[in-house]
């Protein structure tokens, strides 16, 4: 059996810390309070920061794939991304990097913290038949509360792996993962 992956952008496709941090630091935050995998929307109402302001100070051109994640898509016919990104930072992501996934999700799509359920129903997906790929806590839970296995993207030297991981070390890794 052939399984779906759905992958989290930031931090997992895309090494996109320097661009939120970038966007912060320009903004005046602290370094120190900047964390990682958080609805942007209610990151910058915590950090006291309007959320247009932090759009406008994003560069959607600094983030770079991690190293061997445009190969492992060029592999895959269909794909998803389920992402707590501003949708209009994540659909400039995906225009200039060339990337169509069937479906592609971002914090506009959920009523507070992204889930899975949604991309399953737009794909037409069950549980046992997907993969989630992500690199936080928040990924994993959206992963383990619908009984689907988490991949963790290893190759991010931040993403933390907990009991139950698959903790891929290289993206083309996840190519034995889904089967075929
Ligand atoms: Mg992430």
Redesign the pocket.
Known sequence: MTLTAIF?????LLD?DAALVGAFLTLGVDRDAIT??HVIAEECARLGLSLDDYVAAYDTGAAMPFPGVEGLLEHLDRWAIC??KHPQSGRDELTRLGWRPQVAMFADAFSGPKRLEPVLAAMDLHPGEVVFV???AH?RWCATALGIPFAL?GW?PRAGSAPGDIVLATPTDLLDLLGG
Do not use: E, H, Y
Not at 8 to 12: A, N, R
């Open positions: 989290d952008l930031d931090g997992t996109s990682f995998g992402s707590n992500g690199d936080t990924d993207a991010n």
